[in-house]
């Protein structure tokens, strides 16, 4: 089932081959020795293509969904077996939005299915504070502190802090934004109430935003803000930059006169004397994919 499911997801025989990792003629035995338990045909071959049945597609369809079962059971099986002792504890910043964090994590599941991934969210001193308490086991934050002897530091990317507003505002025109700009203008946090302050303070303080500032609890209030025009929202780009909202604009925010970029740098930290195998290889992991 798994080699059908990589033929047709890949479109030839000589991919499913490699992502396989067996030769295309193994591939192509095995899916017509398939055909023929069945006795129906899965595939119509044509010289270097090939088509699905309507049984064929039915059947993968289905297939699908067994060996999704199947690889959850295997799961399940295993983590019985460990007696449910591997777990792992991961916190993240409430102001980071980007993809890298989620691939790693199916990445890591993908390789060690039986470790029981928990996840938190939290502000820069919660995920700090859960790590001191041992909360959590590996934070992932933007740096606001010196770094610790006590801890590792993986550095994992720098990223480039755009601001997020209403493209009805005369201000998306502009090519890029300087801190001075904006102080007409309310400035939207997502940020959870316990840590509105510190969060404002660090934008006010340290980025150079001054004016208002709102708060929202999740990303989609904040863009209802944005949309209607009651402020405007700062947010990382770690890589290039893609956006694609015709309602909201993304600019640059640079330092006032010197117009260099303003900029973060996001770290994994977790305590040394905590370090273990899982949380070394997550955060090797994770560097990858940032």
């Known amino acids: 089932m798994e080699y059908l499911q990589a033929v047709i997801e890949n479109g030839n025989f000589y991919l ?18 398939l055909e023929d338990e069945l006795g129906v045909q899965l595939l119509e071959r044509h010289n270097r293509t090939f088509s699905l049945t309507p049984a064929g597609e039915h059947f993968y369809q289905k297939s699908l969904i067994i060996t999704g079962d199947l690889k959850q059971l295997v799961r ?10 591997a777990v792992l504890r991961i916190g993240y910043y409430k102001g980071y939005h980007g993809n890298e964090l989620s691939e790693a994590i199916a990445s890591f599941s993908e390789k060690y299915p039986t470790v029981n991934v928990k996840i938190i969210v939290g502000s820069h001193e919660e995920l700090y504070h859960a790590l001191e308490n041992d909360s959590v086991d590996l934070a992932i934050n933007d740096q606001r502190r010196a770094f610790s002897d006590a801890y590792h530091n993986e550095v994992l990317a720098e990223s480039r802090i755009y601001i997020e507003l209403s493209s009805k505002n005369p201000l998306s025109k502009l090519s890029t934004l300087e801190t001075r700009d904006l102080k007409n203008t309310p400035c939207i946090l997502v940020i959870n109430q316990t840590g509105q302050k510190e969060e404002q303070a ?5 980025i150079g935003l001054q004016g208002d500032f709102l708060f929202a609890d999740t990303m989609q209030e904040a863009r209802l803000k944005i949309i209607t025009g009651q402020g405007y929202m700062p947010v990382d780009v770690i890589g290039e930059q893609v956006w694609f909202d015709t309602a909201v604009s993304r600019i ?20 040394k004397e905590n370090s273990g195998y899982y949380i070394e290889e997550l955060a090797r992991i994770l560097k990858d994919c940032f």
Do not use: G, H
């Open 252 to 271: 640059p925010l640079v330092r006032n006169q010197s117009l260099s970029p303003v900029k973060k740098t996001y770290c994994a930290f977790w305590k």
């Open 16 to 33: 499913a081959a490699e992502q396989c990792k067996v030769s295309q003629s193994a591939i192509s035995q095995q899916i017509k020795k």
């Open 202 to 206: 660090y934008y006010e303080n340290i």
């Open 76 to 85: 399940e099986t295993k983590r019985i077996a460990d007696n449910n002792n």
